[in-house]
């Protein structure tokens, strides 16, 4: 099986870590980077071109894709809101 790559973005550190620990579990999954906002967030993504990646960034991320021939990133966006409007 290929290996998956991801950037996580999480403002929270304790988040952050927790969620590298679980995805590093996994042995076709690897974390190539972390960032704790959106700006820094965009500049890994550029760089590292993971798998996946997740956050507010996502429309952003998804506009300077559009028309450009690079590697399309998937996303997961977590969250423990339940309330619709905030999701």
């Not at 996994?26 to 704790?36: H, M, R, S, T």
Request: aromatic share 2%.
């Amino acid at each position: 099986m290929n290996q998956i790559t991801v950037v996580l973005i999480e403002d929270h550190d304790l988040t952050c870590i927790g969620l590298v620990a679980v995805i590093n579990q996994f042995e076709n999954v690897q974390v190539v980077g972390d960032a704790c906002n959106g700006d820094e967030g965009l500049k890994l993504l550029a760089q590292t071109q993971p798998d996946i990646d997740g956050i507010e960034i996502t429309k952003q991320l998804k506009q300077s894709q559009k028309n450009s021939e690079t590697k399309r990133t998937g996303v997961i966006i977590l969250t423990m809101h339940e309330n619709e409007d905030s999701v």
